[in-house]
């Protein structure tokens, strides 16, 4: 049996002649942009900041090999990096030995799910994040992210539990507030929003890191009770092994699920909508196996879960990067800084960090998204609403499993309640759809009835309301024709429920028939026992046999 072959750096080859040095320059400056906002990451899964760095080392290096997207970056994420905190907040201590073991058995079980994923094809999982409940559930994180950087850019302790007790105790803390702390963290914001105003490639968080970092070099802000993040370990990331007892798999195998709805959900979007954008074809498939070999490769390097990133694709992208090669760049930028770098963070303050964080968490509040959904569809904006509510209130963890109920909701909202139409002709001679109105009809006494979704348990009933409709004025009825184009399935209530309607139509002497049906949804009528009087492969075909039939007449 012939072997499959594995494809691999599909996203760097073929290099283009002349694209060397844009991917270079392409790479440095999402190492520019990256480096502070990975550091801010690694706060928000509760693990040594350094740990962010190495998400951006062997992880993005077995991406690019195995990954097929030329421009999904692979690395730290807010998202899922609050979910492993949230998941990891009760089973050890923060930062702790015990805690990144534990992290490091999260990310190998979500690799490991992603694996099953890829062998098992579910990648159409992705889909049961909606793009509004998404909207909704980054927007529930983001003020999640941003609240939890507040104490640290006030001086003071942060509490525990829920968002009301963690607010609760805030609000009691505020009397001892240190305004040196809070002067560094508004000075970072300041200079972060400044920079991104003047021009969005400049790298204003590293400058806010740099400056912060040099103040307390300068001043040593530690006189004042500014608190620094202390010394940060140098040099390249050695083999980490994971929590492997049977109990810690089975502790954070929730958790795991979780972030592979998310991951699939941010990477599979991500990868696709720039394929599209480049005219390229996307291949989630090949990317879960790339996704796979970067969440393995953070297991053994001490990092945690990495996600397919689409603020780091856009900062390739926007400094003209074009393929994988932009990726390799960074990771050599990453290398130095790991090399050379570390030493100076031992001086950054915690505010100013904190402050990073805290612009990532606003700027996943997206008002703009909201505002569009709300404009458009009131129903799904509630929908994203309460979605960002319950991680607001229940936590991130509890809001990836509201986030897919919300999405499945929406759903079925949409396909219990389908635009069915009664089908007639224009006087050019085309189909139009009109309102399933008492009397309606298509000619004389025919009624083409198109039922615009898949036929089912909770929609049947519309079906046999919508009948009844057209059956209460109007001419008389001689033939009936349900269009079929919209149902991609028929199950068993839903059949039984066809089975009376077309029942009920033949005691009234009307002769039934379907179009656009289906060979497989016709396969399940026939072995339901549900059967037309005739099946047309077109209601123009129904149309004109009607027709002839009238003419004998």
Known sequence: MRATRVPVLTGVLPVERGRWLPELLAGTTLAALAVPEVLGYARIAGMPVVTGLYTMLLPAVVFVLFGASRHLVVGADSATAAILAAALAGLAATGGPRYTALAGTATLVLAVLLVLARLARLGFLANFLSRTVLVGFLTGVGVQVALGQVPDMLGVAGGSGGLPARLAHLVGEF????????????GAIAIMIVGRRVDRRIPAALV???????????????RFGVAVLGPVPAGLPGLALPALAPSDLAAVLPAAASMLLVVLAQSAATARAYAARFDETPDTDADLVGLAGANLAATVTGAFVVNGSPTKTQMVVGAGGRSQLAQLASVVAVVVVCLVATGPLAHLPLA???AVVFLIGVELVDVAGLRRILAVRRAEFVVALLTAVAVIVLGVEDGVLIAVVASIVDHLRHSYSPHNAVLVKSPAGHWRSEPVARGARTSGGLIVYRFASGLYFANASRLFADVETLLAAGPDLRWFCLDA????DV???ASTVLAD???RLRARGV???????????????ERYGVTPDAWYDTSG?????????CNRG
């Open 352 to 354: 100013a960090l904190a």
């Open 491 to 493: 199950d068993f209530t």
């Open 501 to 503: 309607v077309f029942a």
């Open 208 to 222: 806010a890191v740099v400056a912060a970092v040099a103040a307390d070099a300068v001043f040593d802000l530690g």
């Open 485 to 488: 184009a919209g149902i991609g």
């Open 175 to 186: 009397g001892g507030v240190s305004l040196p702390t809070l002067g560094v963290g508004l």
């Open 541 to 549: 075909e129904a149309l004109a046999a009607y027709e002839t039939e």
């Open 511 to 525: 002769h039934v028939v379907t179009s656009n049906l289906a060979d497989g949804v016709r396969a399940e009528l």
